[in-house]
């Protein structure tokens, strides 16, 4: 531990002292900067992993040299191909192997048909609500076994939210990592309780999407000796084990089968490169039992890639058997002894086992099926939805929608006999053609504010699923305004529809927005002024201007938030397919609102000083972008903690149509627990089995006080004592509970601490 102190010290004092380095050509300047831990650990079979270790084992032993090493890689996708697997391993044949199929992505199938459109990783953070996270990632997992798919490329827990312009925050589970180690906790277990291997991503580090890979990735020149390197991310023991690595833990703890390794350097080293990472954190200090996966053409080399931990490039970037940094390669060096072949055995054991472990060996339908490459050609049809899950959809889609204004009781709306809606995110969009994923296909090296062609369902690039059977929110009022006999107006093209757009007896107007976000770039702020235009412009003329705005993050609001006549505010995230059917309920009181933010909303984007936009900078180190955490712990609520910024909405916030009481706090210590300074016990799955020892018990109770039933989130946070640094956050979540009380109810709940959540990393012992 103090040696790795030492580095990071040395890591973080360079960047900022020395000039004239811009023209290294080579990263031999920053070896050292990430400590270096070899051999890569063989993984042993943990807990309940021996009986698939046992017959992974098995199977190594009787395949060849030249079929092991094709285990490694993808079989590269042809236009003939019958299904669109983002990543092929190979079948063998003798032995009745049929291969795997790997494909995106943690909010639904990316390319398929006949499936469901998800709420986001956001949506399902603006919940807060554990049993809704496990039963939708229960039907994710049962859709992508219906298609006979192996590996899901999620869930996402990197990026944690280090940059409110992230470009994609919204797949990720919220901005502190208790909340989202919570959440990642019950998705793992309902997507691989499924029999699917979840894909745990980015490890780690991979906060701003702006120079997160190499130039080439986009310009295909790889030779140029100016192409950019992917941006270093610079950041300290501590603080990397208190926050980032935090949610990577519980999905470790809850036995995930794959860890996919990030685009970017972490102290200098690419991070699926970097042995101290996947040799020293994740496969010794944690334990992991499963496989580490690159992304999408981030490896770098070849044996050193094995050597550090990786396990796994079976995505088509990597080639083939032939051309691949692997493949043959690692058949050469097996046979010439630069890579020792029992290496490449547990990299193949790591593959199979969690395969093993889930039941897939007991499939009998060939893997991708009914996930065909072209849909206008023929192809195998198989239905994934099952309409049993109809109701998690929904309640999902309701829980991810937070109610942050709400003046005089303008919502739940009272049987409106007018009703206007306004805006370009009301409606369905224009078109939805056989191949196309709603915002998946964007440019990736630009990104627009807003996305135009009808309402955001879910963010772009590869997260992002198709709008199979989507209800827009016009849609949905549509159908309300009918049944109540309402008379309907809408606008959904004009920027300023000023007093002659307006019916002077509208009882209400609806306006619609959103904030896009896409994989590969960083949005360039968090406002737009074309929609806070037509937001005034509709408030300067209607009395009752109700703004409902599809959000993929923090979204600011004080251009208009203050306005008299803009009554009510909605946050309503990225709800996927049931959109519409939810905006419904809760605009006219048939659900209750209760979700809450995930995030810190600030007051002005200057707020969030350099937490703002992503680093840029490219001095002085050349090719060699740096990105300095010297935040520290700080970011989200913690920032504004310490910096006493007092925000616009807070980061657990959201209001209800009833009213909650808290009381009866009890605070009691356990006097079986261990208090020992350093948790005791061998390594398992998560670390030491001693971190997870209760040590500590809270009780409340809550009491509904209102005249609607409802839910409300009982939200625990501690303050731990500070050290003489400053490290530690005025207040750290440790806890949420959300009962669901009648008007008048009462009930208590029960907060158990562990010895994890009442430590901090110690990086002299």
């Not at 199977?59 to 094709?70: G, Q, S």
């Not at 998705?187 to 780690?204: C, D, E, R, W, Y």
């Not at 209102?706 to 750290?732: C, F, H, M, W």
Request: proline share 5%.
């Amino acid at each position: 531990m103090r040696l790795i102190t030492q580095l990071a010290i040395v890591a973080l004092s360079l960047y900022g002292s020395t000039q004239g380095l811009k023209n290294i050509t080579d990263d031999t300047f920053f070896y050292g900067l990430s400590e270096p831990v070899y051999p890569s650990p063989n993984a042993t079979g943990l807990e309940s992993w021996a009986e698939s270790y046992a017959k992974a084992r098995s199977m190594v032993a009787r395949i060849t040299l030249e079929e092991k090493a094709n285990f490694t890689i993808s079989i590269p996708r042809g236009e003939d191909e019958l299904t669109s697997c983002q990543g092929r391993i190979g079948p063998i044949e003798r032995l009745g192997f049929p291969g795997m199929c790997l494909a995106d992505a943690g909010n639904g199938l990316r390319q398929g048909e006949l499936t469901s459109t998800w709420p986001s990783g956001i949506s399902v953070a603006a919940s807060w609500n554990r049993e809704l996270a496990l039963q939708r990632a229960i039907g994710l997992g049962n859709e992508f076994a219906n298609k006979s798919l192996n590996v899901i490329f999620g869930p996402v827990v990197g990026p944690l939210g280090r940059i409110a312009t992230g470009g994609r925050n919204w797949e990720g589970l919220g901005y502190d990592p208790w909340l989202a180690g919570t959440l990642v906790r019950e998705t793992v277990k309902g997507i691989q309780g499924a029999g699917v291997i979840a894909s745990l991503k980015h490890f780690i580090g991979n906060e701003q999407e702006t120079r997160r890979s190499t130039s080439s990735m986009l310009t295909d020149d790889a030779t140029s000796p100016d192409t950019l390197q992917a941006v270093s991310v610079n950041v300290d023991d501590k603080t990397l084990h208190e926050l980032y690595l935090w949610p990577f833990v519980d999905a470790i703890k809850e036995g995930v089968g794959n860890v996919m390794c990030s685009y970017n350097r972490l102290n200098n080293s690419y991070g699926c490169q970097n042995s101290h990472l996947l040799n020293g954190i994740l496969k010794t200090e944690l334990g992991f039992q499963g496989f580490v996966l690159t992304d999408w053409g981030a490896q770098h080399s070849g044996v050193a890639n094995a050597e550090a931990g990786m396990d796994s490039a079976a995505l088509p970037e990597g080639g083939n058997y032939e051309t691949s940094l692997w493949g043959k390669n690692l058949t050469l060096a097996v046979q010439n002894g630069t890579l020792p072949e029992h290496r490449l055995d547990d990299m193949v054991i790591r593959v199979l086992a969690p395969y093993y472990k889930l039941g897939q060996d007991q499939r009998v339908k060939q893997p991708g099926l009914g996930f065909p490459t072209d849909h206008t050609r023929p192809h195998a049809v198989v239905d994934a939805v099952d309409p049993a899950m109809d109701a998690v959809r929904l309640q999902g889609a309701i829980e991810a929608h937070v109610l942050v204004k709400n003046n005089n009781g303008t919502l739940p709306l009272k049987k409106p006999q007018i009703l206007s809606v306004f805006g370009y995110s009301a409606k369905m969009q224009d078109f939805y053609r056989p191949n196309e994923n709603l915002a998946a296909d964007v440019p990736w090296n630009v990104v627009a504010d807003i996305w135009t062609n009808g309402t955001l369902f879910v963010g772009g690039g590869s997260g992002a699923t198709g709008a199979r059977r989507a209800i827009a929110p016009m849609d949905a009022i549509r159908q309300r305004a009918w049944k109540d006999r309402t008379q309907l107006f809408w606008d959904f093209d004009t920027a300023q529809p000023g007093v002659k757009g307006i019916n002077a007896n509208t009882d209400a107007c609806l306006v619609f927005g959103n904030a896009f976000a896409s994989e590969a770039v960083d949005k360039v702020g968090l406002h737009d002024d074309y929609t806070d235009g037509l937001i005034l412009s509709v408030a300067a003329n209607c009395t009752n201007t109700i703004v409902v705005l599809h959000n993929t993050g923090a979204r600011l609001v004080d251009r208009f938030v203050d306005h008299p006549n803009v009554t009510a505010i909605i946050m309503a995230h990225l709800p996927g397919e049931e959109s519409g059917n939810a905006l419904v309920q809760l605009l006219y009181g048939d659900a209750n609102p209760s979700g809450k933010l995930p995030y810190t909303v600030a007051k002005n984007e200057s707020d969030y000083t350099h937490l703002l936009l992503p680093d840029q900078a490219i001095t002085p180190y050349g090719i060699f972008p740096q990105s300095n955490f010297t935040e520290g712990n700080f970011i989200d609520y913690r920032h504004f903690d310490r910096e006493e910024i007092e925000p616009r909405y807070p980061f657990g916030f959201g209001l209800s149509y009833t009213t909650f009481d808290l009381d009866n706090l009890d605070i009691a210590f356990l006097s079986n627990s261990s208090l020992s300074r350093f948790p005791r016990g061998p390594i398992q799955q998560g670390g030491p089995v001693g971190l997870w020892d209760i040590v500590a018990r809270i009780t409340a109770r809550v009491i509904n006080t209102g005249d609607v039933a409802g839910a409300e989130v009982a939200q625990l946070y501690l303050s731990i004592p500070q050290d003489k640094e400053n490290t530690v956050p005025v207040r750290q979540l440790r806890g949420f509970v959300k009962p669901f009380l009648k008007p008048g109810e009462a009930t208590n709940v029960t907060f158990n601490l562990t010895r994890r959540d009442l430590s901090v990393w110690d990086i002299t012992a």
